[in-house]
């Protein structure tokens, strides 16, 4: 395109608001993803392109890259610093190059004294980000204009027309190459461009508030609102990958009644033999599949991020499914689910002794619901749902290849033979459809599909949430906290070493519980190989109470099946457009039930939400 006509078009980008793409030659391109107070500058010296200072300039929202011998820089950034003034009453030029002999590894240049409070801001938010690598960091304070060493600057600050104009040059000492070959370290180099990326954005801010007549409550709204068509290739591959198989399901035992049966005929001395489904996948193309999915190539950090945490995990998954029905399959267990720390360990115990006489009152007549009835219940919920997403395309079904209830893909299953108590039918209800078909559907409104999916990790906060939910309907037993702590405590048994019949003993031995629900609490923490998921129902558990202490809102975790730690993130793309907020609500987060939310706030801990 004509040098002249694209600054036209960019100009009048600028004024319409609207993003735009020129490309001058093949290597000097102008991109305003989302029109912004800023200019990201990187002239491509004579020796060739650094790629960290390259793909930096091309994650922020308005960039200008390219070579002198293509471009005219001046005549390109005079007019567009120009209308951007116009447009919010002052604007950010920054300039970044590389340089191998300066003494700190990170120097900014300023000349003006109302560019120093940025450059603190800059500093600051640095040596937050950076921690692994020791990086220092310097301000320069030059009379002349920032620019590369042997280069003229880009634009004249001093002339009037520019007195709204903070001009600042960042210079990198490259440890990101390999001295000698001059290629890259993609580790380093992927640190170097996170860590900068998030300083330039929060420094960004800080003169948007001092500077401009931009109104902007946080910095990620700054970011772009734009992806890379390899964003959403990789989300589609990634989804792709994970919908081949059911980890759940996989690790399920298929012969669990007869197990039981078994068991008790060798009077629980023998470790049960478990039957599992064939693979329907082989995990090492799952895993080849994965590796060759081009993350690296994505220019939004924070997108990169989830992508690769999903990949680690399916990673982690399928290594446990090779594993399945060995002593390698633990490992693999712990390196997704976790371990069982002490403060866990330990409130469990005290649950299991607080509630320890409750098995021992007379019990009446128990009113079981079958298979059936739970899936009328089931439906009706289902209804309440679909008032609010009338699109819902979900269902129940009855099967006889699963033991219990699971909800699959968004789908009730339930096992043909399942019975539950009537007083426990509601609780399950907002367990199973409040909260897992709720999160799984939020997260399918979501432009990613990850958030359906399951981000790496999402178990500890969905089945928290989920035992919440019997709490929040008035329906959490003791009995049920019981069985919650017993998971912790078989658990930590089998991690130190003790085989299926020696934790089912303890279970009926030392906490009074059952011979039949011994056997099932045994079967899903051994099942596999060693399945350590179950501590996190009660881990769950505590971290909502403390969520809730602290006066946080409970919609954030609704959005899709997400970790705690992933709602700094959710909140970033919801800012950037990127995340839409959550369309349905469960029945109990809703009247009659909220007052028990003030009872958490209030002072009730773990000990006392017991309803009954």
């Known amino acids: 395109m004509d040098q002249s006509k694209a600054i036209a078009k960019a100009v009048t980008s600028i004024i319409q608001r609207e993003p735009v793409h020129i490309q001058f030659s093949k290597d000097s391109k102008l991109v305003l993803k989302r029109i912004s107070p800023l200019l990201l500058i990187y002239r491509i010296p004579a020796e060739g392109k ?57 120097s900014i240049y300023i000349s003006q004294k109302s560019a120093l409070t940025i450059a603190q801001k800059f500093i600051k938010d640095f040596k937050t980000n950076e921690q692994q690598m020791a990086l220092s960091i310097a301000i320069k304070k030059d009379t002349k204009s920032p620019s590369p060493p042997g280069t003229q600057p880009v634009i004249n600050p ?3 027309e520019f007195k709204q104009l903070l001009y600042a040059g960042i210079a990198i000492k490259p440890h990101y190459l390999d001295e000698n070959s001059g290629k890259a370290y993609p580790l380093i180099l992927r640190n170097y461009r996170d860590v900068l990326t998030k300083s330039l954005r929060k420094s960004f801010l800080e003169f948007v508030r001092l ?14 609102t734009e992806l890379q068509p390899l964003v959403l290739e990789i989300d589609q591959e990634l989804a792709l990958e994970s919908q081949k198989f059911d980890f759940l399901l996989l690790v399920s035992p298929l012969n669990a009644r007869e197990a039981w049966i078994q068991f008790k005929k060798d009077k629980f001395l023998k470790t049960p033999k478990f039957r599992y489904r064939p693979m329907p996948v082989d995990p090492e193309l799952v895993k080849r599949n994965l590796y060759n999915l081009r993350i690296e190539d994505i220019d939004d950090p924070t997108i990169a991020y989830l992508f690769r945490d999903k990949r680690k995990e399916l990673d982690a998954m399928m290594t446990m499914l090779i594993d399945r029905g060995n002593e390698g399959f633990l490992h693999g267990s712990l390196q997704v689910f976790g371990n069982v720390n002490d403060h866990l360990l330990e409130t469990a115990r005290a649950i299991l002794m607080v509630y320890e006489h409750s098995e021992d009152k007379p ?3 128990k009113n079981m619901i079958n298979a059936t009835e739970f899936a009328k219940l089931a439906k009706e919920e289902l209804h309440y749902l679909r008032q609010q997403m009338p699109a819902l395309e979900t269902g129940v079904r009855i099967r006889d290849d699963i033991t219990g209830i699971m909800v699959n893909r968004g789908v009730l299953n339930i096992s043909k033979d399942y019975q539950i108590e009537a007083s426990r039918a509601i609780a399950l209800i907002q367990h199973e459809v409040g909260t897992h078909i709720v999160t799984y559907f939020n997260g399918k409104a979501q432009p990613f599909k990850l958030f359906s999916l399951g981000v790496p990790g999402y178990e500890q906060l969905q089945e928290g949430l989920a035992v919440f939910s019997e709490y929040m309907v008035n329906e959490l037993s003791g009995d049920r906290l019981r069985i919650i702590a017993a998971r912790v405590v078989a658990v930590h048994h089998m991690l ?5 019949s020696d934790t089912f003993f303890l279970l009926v031995d030392r906490y009074h519980f059952t011979e039949e629900i011994s056997f099932h609490i045994c079967t899903r923490v051994y099942r596999g190989g060693g399945f350590t998921k179950d501590a996190l129902y009660l881990k769950g558990l505590m971290s909502i ?11 954030p975790l609704l959005i899709g099946k997400i970790r705690e730690d992933y709602i700094p993130i959710v909140e970033e793309l919801t800012q950037r457009g990127l995340l839409n907020n959550p369309i349905l609500k469960p029945r109990y987060l809703a009247e009659p039930y909220l007052h028990n939310l003030d009872r958490i706030k209030s002072g009730d801990n773990i000990f006392n939400l017991s309803n009954h």
Request: net charge negative; with cysteine.
């Open 50 to 106: 650094d790629q960290m200072i390259s793909n930096l300039a091309k994650s922020e929202t308005c960039s200008l890259v390219g070579k002198e011998s293509d471009l005219d820089f001046t005549a390109v950034v005079t007019p567009i610093i120009r209308q951007m003034i116009d447009e919010f009453g002052a604007c950010q030029l920054i300039e970044i190059w590389q340089d191998k002999e300066m003494e700190s590894d990170v």
């Open 158 to 160: 001093l002339a009037e």
């Open 211 to 224: 500077y401009t007549s931009l109104k902007v409550s946080q910095f990620r709204m700054l970011s772009t």
């Open 363 to 365: 019990v009446a007549p």
């Open 496 to 500: 130190a070493g003790h085989n299926f």
């Open 545 to 555: 109470i403390t969520y809730i202490r602290e006066g946080r809102d409970l919609s």
